[in-house]
């Protein structure tokens, strides 16, 4: 069912530092997924802010070859849209100038929304929010490290580490105290991890808090989702994870919806073929420019590109050999050969609509350091917490 939108003079107009941001759409950094290729893919669709994976500030900080490769845009992408993770706030400091000095970015988002247990039992991630005094000192040396140049900095959380220990809005005003360009809340607890069902009524009362603006994440799969949240919430934009697996499509659907429209995509399966074959080959480009031959850059974007097959198939009539042999691709030939062997005239797989896509799993403990949850008010640095992986 869709839900229309407020007259255009009330619809949410979505500002971060010096950036109008239209339609209010983010696309949230997801580790593997969101490199050069994909982010253009996307941007291709529709309007909005593309965030390139997780970089750590320690390996920002120690030059990792890896992680410096990682931070690339394409010659048109503005804003440049970079995520950092970090506990320490000296490290996060220095490795937001580095960025700031060489111009790597136009926009600075700080991880404390990631559960995952490595992180997480370190202290990192979804769990350092507990610890108040650390959490404002790491946002306040991020931001400080990052206004002389104008790049502002924004932060992505989630409610807490689980219903007993809800940081959400004090962590919000804090970040905003801090100086932040806005705040964004995944409306989920690290226990829930990709569980259950997002908490709206939670970013609602976290955009009430603040003043800053809000973006709201979680249970966005279809445009009409996005436009539900900003009516039940007052968010001022949304961010868009897992929904846009499989479908960069929705992003033509969100600028189209945010716009007043409601046209919609439903791709047939010859269409649904065109977009994976323009997703492979931006991947090969994007292989290729960091490889000493075109051979190896083709492959190493074809590689990358198999995890994304399945996300496009669901729902649609294909063989599990034809699936099987699309995920094992090695060239652009493989794959165009492949591809001339589905049935383009199949309709779009309506009954997938609105359901999840990616990753899902059951709610599970935290795992945290010894004595963590003992003094909100410790600011030291958790110990070994600083991750040296980019990507997640």
Known sequence: METALPPAADRPSLRIGPHQVWPPVVLAPMAGITNVGFRQL?????????????????????????????IAFGADERPRSLQLYGTDPETTAA????????????????????????????????????????????????????SPAGVPVTVKMRKGIDDEHLTYVEAGLAAQEAG??????????????????????????????????????????????????????????????????????????????????????LPTLGEVAVTMRRHAELLVEQFTAGSRTPARGERDGCTDFRKHVAWYLKGFPVGSELRRSLAMIDSLAQLDDLLGKLDPAVPFPVETLGQPR??????????????????????????????????G
């Not at 790597?104 to 990192?124: E, Y």
């Not at 995944?186 to 939670?202: E, I, L, N, P, V």
């Open 180 to 265: 932040v360009a806005a705040v964004a809340l995944h409306g989920r607890t690290a226990a829930q991890r990709y569980s259950g069902t997002a908490d709206w009524d939670a970013i609602a009362t976290l955009k009430q808090a603040l003043d800053v603006p809000v973006l709201g994440n979680g249970d966005i799969w279809e445009a009409d989702d996005a436009l539900r949240m900003v009516a039940h919430t007052g968010v001022d934009g949304v961010v868009i994870g897992r929904g846009c697996l499989g479908r960069p499509w929705l992003f033509a659907d969100l600028e189209a919806a945010f716009n007043g429209s409601s046209q919609r995509r």
């Open 42 to 70: 996307c941007r291709e669709q529709g309007g909005g802010i593309y965030v390139c994976e997780m970089i750590t500030t320690v390996a920002l900080v120690e030059r990792n070859p890896k992680t410096l490769r990682m």
């Open 358 to 391: 990616g990753r899902t799993n059951s709610p599970g403990k935290v795992f945290l350091p010894d004595g963590w949850l003992a003094s909100r008010d410790d600011d030291t640095v958790p110990e070994g917490a600083e991750l040296d992986d980019s990507g």
């Open 95 to 146: 490795a937001v100038r580095i960025v700031v000095e060489r111009d790597l970015a136009d926009h600075i988002d700080l991880n404390f929304g990631c559960p995952v247990p490595k992180v997480t039992r370190r202290g990192g991630g979804a769990a350092l929010p507990w610890r108040r005094r650390l959490f404002a000192r790491l946002v306040r040396a991020a931001v400080d490290a990052a």
